[in-house]
């Protein structure tokens, strides 16, 4: 029950700070099981969205992380046997992320696994509910931009 001293608004981000963790926690668990940590299938997830080939430097800005800490874990991904990285052949300098078989392998079981675990998480929300969620977070993102100086 929300404190009634406290607006709406003010205890909004604690809330969605509070549910993402809940969320990243759920997923956590039950990938674990992959040998999989929330570093590192967070970066499986991320790598999958940019696509094979993506450059560390690019993978890390999308994860807001610094490369040294990007590094780390793709050594580890790498020790698993998850990831490879090449050097780029127009940048010397660059180096280049990529699936192995069996890290595909393991995307695959983690992307079963996580989507099993959003399913759970909506459980008994109905479609109306979900809908207007979409919509409340949708407009939060759109003000958010705006005061950003983005459109």
């Not at 809940?22 to 590192?40: A, C, F, M, N, Y």
């Not at 992380?65 to 010397?92: F, H, K, M, N, Y």
């Not at 280049?96 to 392998?105: D, I, N, S």
């Not at 696994?113 to 008994?124: D, I, K, L, P, T």
Request: hydrophobic letters at 40%.
């Amino acid at each position: 029950m929300r404190n009634k001293s406290i607006s709406r608004t003010e205890g909004l981000g604690l809330r969605l700070r509070h549910v993402h963790s809940l969320w990243r926690s759920v997923v956590d668990q039950t990938v674990q099981p992959l040998g999989l940590t929330q570093s590192r299938w967070t970066v499986l997830i991320t790598l999958r969205y940019l696509g094979d080939g993506s450059t560390q430097k690019i993978l890390a800005e999308t994860l807001e992380i610094e490369l040294p800490s990007l590094s780390r874990t793709l050594d580890q991904l790498a020790q698993q046997g998850l990831v490879e990285r090449r050097t780029c052949a127009t940048d010397r300098r660059a180096r280049e992320v990529f699936f192995t078989p069996r890290g595909r392998e393991v995307l695959a079981a983690l992307e079963t696994r996580a989507s099993e675990a959003r399913e759970q998480m909506v459980a008994g929300i109905s479609d109306g509910d979900f809908d207007a969620f979409e919509r409340v977070l949708a407009a939060i993102e759109k003000n958010a931009a705006r005061e950003l100086g983005g459109t």
